[in-house]
């Protein structure tokens, strides 16, 4: 059977269970050849599982999988053959209890190369990847950032059709998390290596890939590229996750030509949207997109409230604050912006955002 060329990896139908647990269910995805995709979503939601079944490494309970057009056996030799063509770095990975040269070596050695080649290529990676000094090192005595690298530069070195990686900058911190994701994303577009990353971190996936695959509870609730995930989630679960805060239940009072009303307990909110009148609905706003301000600003905003500030919480260089306007809403300042508007508790604001940063997510009662 053949697929479209156009992806390399094809999920169809795909469910797995532990027992009676079911870990992935009815599964379908592209992942596009050169792609990046990052399979975000919170812990136990599957994403490891996922990355296994599509390394080979496990035989999904139900579903197929199609790598280059051809439809994966669930045993034999081909298997090992298309393995060859992934590479999987994994959630802890593991370094050999061998010096840094020899553990980006030893792919290559289990191929057969040249000693010669072998030198050059893991040269070639140990560069890329900024451990050119740590040849010699014992791969053991290196930090969790450095182990990460020699990590990525034994699969690299094998120059990989398809790269797998697996939380790759878990437990890093932030200065190893950042030289790793500046590897990832030279590698994706020198190589134009496909990829498949698993992260629960939001900002990672936004910042890395080209598509985003919403992961939860087993199911790929949502895909699409960072703008439709970020602005408009498919439901409240995914809204949640992606730290759109403010979720404000409201009906339409009114809909007209792309513009509607949403009330909310008394206030009217503009937002973009073709939804009819009376249809229950989440209008969901950002924090960042909500701006401050002592007085009623002449802008081209839509939605100005007079609200008073019930919460100010400061984390590093911003502010999270929580105002009543008859409803409750949270912004996204900078703390320097809260120190000259003077933000505390009880202070008299004005929020103000665009009807364009609303997003309306119809509300299913249940
Ligand atoms: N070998 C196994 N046997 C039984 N249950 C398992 C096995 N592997 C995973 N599970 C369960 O399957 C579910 C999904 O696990 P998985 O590791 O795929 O999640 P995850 O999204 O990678 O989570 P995390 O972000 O914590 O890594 C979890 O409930 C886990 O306990
Ligand atoms: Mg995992």
Not at 45 to 54: D, E, N, P, S, V
Request: aromatic share 4%; proline share 3%.
């Amino acid at each position: 059977m053949m697929k479209p060329l156009s992806s390399i990896i094809e999920v169809v139908d795909l469910s797995h269970s532990y027992g009676e647990r079911k870990v992935l269910q009815d599964l379908n995805l592209g992942i596009g050849k050169g792609e990046v995709f990052a399979l975000i979503g919170p812990t136990g939601a599957g994403k490891t599982t996922l990355l296994r079944i599509i390394d080979l490494l496990e035989v999904p309970g139900a579903g197929e999988i199609y790598f280059d057009g051809k439809c994966l056996p669930r045993s034999g030799k081909q298997r090992l053959e298309i393995r060859r063509r992934m590479s999987f770095i994994h959630q802890k990975p593991q370094v050999f209890n061998l010096s840094v040269y020899d553990n980006v070596a030893c792919g290559l050695r289990w191929r057969g190369e040249g000693k010669n080649r072998i030198a050059e290529k893991v040269d070639h990676i140990l560069e890329m990847v900024g451990l050119e000094g740590y040849k010699n090192r014992n791969a053991r005595t290196l930090s969790g950032g450095e182990a990460q690298r020699v990590a990525l530069a034994r699969s690299l070195v094998l120059e990989p059709e398809v790269l797998l990686l697996d939380e790759p900058t878990a437990n890093l911190d932030p200065v190893s998390t950042a030289k790793i994701e500046q590897l990832i994303s030279y590698v994706a577009r020198q190589h134009n290596t496909t990829m498949i990353i698993a992260t629960h971190d939001m900002s990672q996936g936004q910042q890395l890939a080209d598509r985003i695959g919403v992961l939860l509870d087993g199911r790929l609730v949502q895909t699409g590229n960072v703008t439709d995930i970020f602005r408009s989630p498919q439901n409240e679960q995914v809204a949640h996750f992606v730290g759109m805060e403010n979720i404000i239940e409201g009906v339409i009072s009114a809909s007209n030509e792309g513009i509607v009303m949403v009330n909310i307990g008394g206030n009217a909110i503009q937002a973009v949207s073709n939804h009819p009148a009376g249809k229950e609905v989440y209008a969901c706003i950002r924090p960042e997109d909500i701006t401050l301000a002592l007085s009623r600003t002449q802008s081209s905003a839509r939605n100005s409230f007079q609200a008073k500030v019930t919460r100010v919480t400061s984390f590093g260089p911003l502010s999270r604050v929580e105002i009543n306007c008859g409803f409750r809403l949270v912004a996204l300042v900078t703390k320097i912006s809260a120190e000259e508007l003077n933000l505390q508790v009880g202070r008299e604001v004005y929020a103000t955002f665009k009807a364009t940063g609303v997003h309306v997510m119809e509300r299913k009662t249940s």
